[in-house]
């Protein structure tokens, strides 16, 4: 089977097209452009570079959360056009966990972190067995500290990676010292193959969904949310 994957979750836009034995195309921009302006000019030269069509594809995918809120909107957005125009499935792959599988052939602790503002972090821990994980912490927004606390119960040393390393690495070494290292810089951003390696898993699995079913997981509200929330308040 083939599937086209998107992540515009983050400050990269990225797609790739995968089969169950091989990558065939991966296109990964992080530029001064919003992923509006960049996301179909990028399909369109992945679909014409593999000398493929989107009826070609048996599925579609997408990052579907954490993350950015207008890029999570666009992708989801554009994955629903065009699973419906070609009636075929979509799967919805958990940001945090295809971060973490950018680590794939790796065996220990990985803790995907993203810059959730306000001294939190989108975070989930996965613990990498080679090819496969077992979810230790699932996708939340979280405090820094109680990952870093989290991570001294357990007494792993873990993998960090994702945007948040910038932000947070600092306090992470500070306060785990040898129990924490990072991943190079071209491992710590979204990977659209790695959302499709976890969409064929999960397309083999029967975890496919109808178009209309596909939404974002934001995890918590918007910044517009939470000041009308206030007003109500008061």
Known sequence: MKVLAIDTSGQVAA???????????????HRDKTHS???MPMIEVVMKDSGLNSFDMDAFAVSNGPGSFT??????????ALAHATQKPVIAVPTLEALAFNMVGY?????????????????????MHD????????????DIEQV?????????????LGDGVPVFGDQIKQQLGELASFAPPALCMQRAASVAALAIMRFNNNQTLNYSALVPEYLRKSQAERELDLKNVK
Do not use: W
């Open 148 to 160: 870093i606390a989290e991570i001294k119960q357990h007494n792993q040393k873990t993998i960090f």
């Open 71 to 80: 890029g999570l909107r666009i992708g989801v957005a554009t994955i629903k």
């Open 107 to 127: 065996s220990g602790f990985v803790c995907p972190i993203m810059d959730a503002r306000r001294g939190q972090a989108y975070n989930a821990v996965c613990h």
């Open 131 to 142: 090819a496969t994980y077992e979810l230790i912490a699932p996708s939340r927004a979280v």
């Open 37 to 39: 302006q960049m996301l």
């Open 15 to 29: 797609v790739a097209i995968m089969d169950e034995q091989l990558l065939i195309a991966e296109y990964t921009i």
